[in-house]
């Protein structure tokens, strides 16, 4: 599974992003797709996931805020955040499983005045 991760960039503090992520090879084992963010410095921390079936999972600063989707048919995967603080400011990494974690190239999200 390959994964493509765009829509990245740099937001005021209140702003919004969209980001998107595009699964290709063999997507039809794809169980969850998702979202994890890495600041510097810190480890790589869970966002937001979903499974096949629609069942979602945020890690709780980012609920309410954030909104996770997906279209099984494009094998695509978004993330909107909405309110974004300058903590949220990483490199977000779009994830996917099957019976092992793939990940991303990640994209940068700076949230800045």
């Known amino acids: 599974v390959q994964l493509q991760a765009s829509g990245g960039g740099l937001v005021q503090p209140g702003g919004s992003l969209r980001l998107s992520c595009v699964a290709s090879?063999?997507?039809?084992?794809?169980?969850?797709m998702g979202w994890y963010r890495q600041a510097p410095g810190k480890p790589r921390e869970l966002v937001a996931t979903m499974t096949s079936a629609g069942s979602t999972d945020y890690r709780d600063s980012g609920e309410g805020r954030f909104t996770i989707s997906r279209d099984n048919a494009k094998n695509a995967v978004y993330l909107q955040m909405n309110s974004l603080v300058p903590e949220d400011t990483a490199v977000y990494y779009c994830?996917?499983?099957?019976?092992?974690?793939?990940w991303g190239q990640g994209t940068l999200v700076t949230v800045s005045s």
């Open positions: 090879g063999v997507t039809f084992r794809i169980r969850v």
């Open positions: 994830y996917a499983y099957t019976v092992r974690n793939f």
